[in-house]
Structure formats: C-alpha cells, structure tokens
C-alpha cells in the first residue's frame, strides 16, 4: 500500500507470524532483490482497551520508527475494506501513543482518512543552537523527530539529508524536511526519512512542515503540503493544539512470499 507514494509492505500479524521483522524489512525492502518499499508495517490488535488495533513500522534499513502517517491512512483502509473492523473512527496504537482515525467512506470504500497526529512537540533548545548555522531549521516533534528548513532550493534533500539525519544534535538521528512557501500558499516539501533516505511522502514530516510554516510566520493553521508523491492537507487548530493530517490510501497489490527467503540474506 501506499499514501501519496510512501510505500510499505502490510502484514496483518493476526494471521502471519514474523519472528524478525527487522530481518524482513532489509530483505523485502529492497526494491531490486525483494518487494520494495520504504519499510515493513505489522497490523496487530491492540494489547491494550483504550486502542483497538496496533501498528509497528520497520524502516528499510531495519530500524524501528515510533510513528508513520501514511502508514496509519494505509492501515486505517486496510482493516475497513477487508472486513477486519465496521468502525469509521479507529482507535490505533503506536509507539508514540494512541492516534484516531477518522475514515471517510464512500459505498464501502475508504476514501481518504483524517488522523488526528496529536500535539507537536517544540522543545529542543541544544539542537536548535547546534543546527542553528547548518540550515536555519525549525524542530518539530510529531511522535518522531523532524528538523524542517526553508529554503528556495528544496532539490538539496539529496546532498543535505544524510548529513543532517547524522547530525551531531541528533543522537537517535532526524528526518529532515526542506521546504518552500510557492505563490498560492501550498508548500513544496521534499523528504529525506531516517533509515530510508528520500520518500515520495513522509505523513509526520508534512504535519512538522505544516507547523514550522506556522511558527516562521509563513503560513497559516491549513496548509497544502506538496511533495514528490502528491498533496496532503494539514491543519495545526488554535482549540486544541492537535494536527490533523487528511490524505489518501492506495492498495497496490496483495503477494505471497516465503519466510525461509529471510535466512538467505
């Protein structure tokens, strides 16, 4: 599945044991020698009554990340249209808490999903004053950490990425957004993700590119956010102070393949 081109391969772990899933990300993410994807998401029920499903998300080198938005569209979808739940508001646990999901469906199909992203996390004095000179950015924690920089040059991602991922100021490493305002008030965003380089897409990144738009004076509380795999629409509300994401979620194929690739690697 994919939500705007941010690729991950789904397995309901309801039904499919995977004993390494760290092992099956490297493997299967290749996008030369296995499926290939941006990672490996497990759909699992929740262990816990205040959610009712949970996901853990693997990225492509193996690590494990707290947190993905288009991951939890995907999921959102998913557990709908494969009969899995009837619920229109999806209560999903992930590793930076529980995110709601609000599915709009039309004749049996979702649609589009609004995931309530919670509240952004600002707080990260020392990294400011370390980043301060390489890229001028704004922290935004969104459940995981995101350094976003405004910039004309939003092509940089590839030089820039890696390097500030690796940054000093980030022990546990970063993602990184470079961003610019265009004239109609959408915002280019381009996505360098820890542990997967560049995406199509990163959901949490476009929520911190939304919300370091807002604290820069560049934009207002809704933003578009343009990036290489399509347009999500983020809203940052005064009443609450949560993030709301609304986007898409695409099946792209179902498959099988064999647990006993997995040694092979």
């Not at 999901?101 to 400011?128: C, H, I, R």
């Not at 795999?229 to 179902?254: C, Q, S």
């Amino acid at each position: 599945m994919h939500g705007c081109g941010n690729d991950y391969i789904y397995i309901n772990i309801m039904e499919y044991e995977i004993a390494d899933p760290q092992a099956a990300a490297i493997v299967w993410s290749n996008r030369h020698k296995g499926i290939g994807s941006d990672g490996l998401v497990l759909i699992d029920k929740s262990p816990v009554p205040e959610a009712d499903f949970s996901m853990r998300i693997f990225n492509a080198d193996g690590s494990e990340a707290m947190m993905c938005g288009n991951a939890s569209r995907c999921i959102g979808k998913y557990l709908f249209e494969r009969g899995l739940t009837s619920l229109t508001e999806i209560r999903l646990l992930t590793l930076s808490g529980v995110k709601i999901l609000n599915l709009k469906v039309n004749q049996g199909m979702v649609e589009s999903v609004t995931v309530d992203m919670g509240e952004p996390q600002l707080e990260n004095e020392a990294q400011f004053i370390a980043l301060r000179n390489p890229g001028n950015g704004t922290f935004v924690s969104m459940g995981n950490p995101h350094y976003v920089c405004f910039t004309d040059d939003v092509d940089q991602v590839g030089e820039m990425g890696k390097r500030l991922e690796y940054h000093l100021a980030f022990p546990q490493r970063c993602n990184i957004e470079f961003a610019r305002v265009e004239a109609d008030g959408s915002i280019r965003t381009r996505v360098w993700e820890r542990g997967s380089g560049i995406t199509e897409a990163c959901g949490t990144g476009a929520c911190a590119t939304a919300v370091a738009a807002v604290l820069t004076g560049r934009a207002k509380r809704t933003s578009q956010i343009v990036m290489d795999g399509g347009t999500l629409t983020i809203e940052w509300r005064k009443e609450d102070n949560h993030v709301y994401m609304t986007g898409p979620a695409e099946f792209v194929f179902d498959g099988e393949i064999e647990l006993a690739k997995l040694q092979t690697a």
